[in-house]
């Protein structure tokens, strides 16, 4: 089987690590969520469409130019479709772990500062049959801002790194693979928006 097949499984994984961010000397309680449906190529079964749960904490009320704003965590939730679990279970997969790397973009009053995020997708029992939940989570480095303004943070693609295991922990036939995964178009992909000052 092509290791691709199941390149989707981590989605979430690369969305989770899109919007980490929290204030330094700036308020941060804010919380942002957004659901997000990414398509993955399965060479076997076809293209899949996912859906993916974003949940970002102590987001950045307001910040600083020239402070830089921490990394924080954030969690995603991607919903493996049954007919890539169908096909984990052939392998005789009975979990999957992994790390995935995520594109996210500030619009910072007009720049854009391009961020990759970094995480790591648990450790996920395979069920033998039917849909199922991979959850990500990790952090990108801090960021300085330059410019005083409404900023926002929107979601991009991703590339995950997943490895499937038997009961006995040893690989399956697909060892392990990586695949890149992509928006579907049409998609209100920001997630949250704050405002810079002037140090």
Known sequence: MSRRLFGGLAVGAAIAGTVVFGGAGVGQAATASLTLVYNCPFPLIGAQDMSVKIVAEDLPDSAVVGRPIPATKVTATATVPANAT???????????????????????????????????????????SGTFDTVASGGTPPVTLANPGRTTITVGNFTTTLTPRRADGSTTGLGTFTVNCTLKPGQVTKLYEFTVAAA
């Open 86 to 128: 169908m096909g984990l279970s052939l392998v005789g997969a009975k979990t999957v772990e992994g790390t995935a790397t995520s594109q996210t973009r500030i619009d910072n009053a007009g720049t854009p500062v391009d961020v990759v995020a970094n995480l790591t997708v648990v450790k996920t029992n395979v069920p033998s």
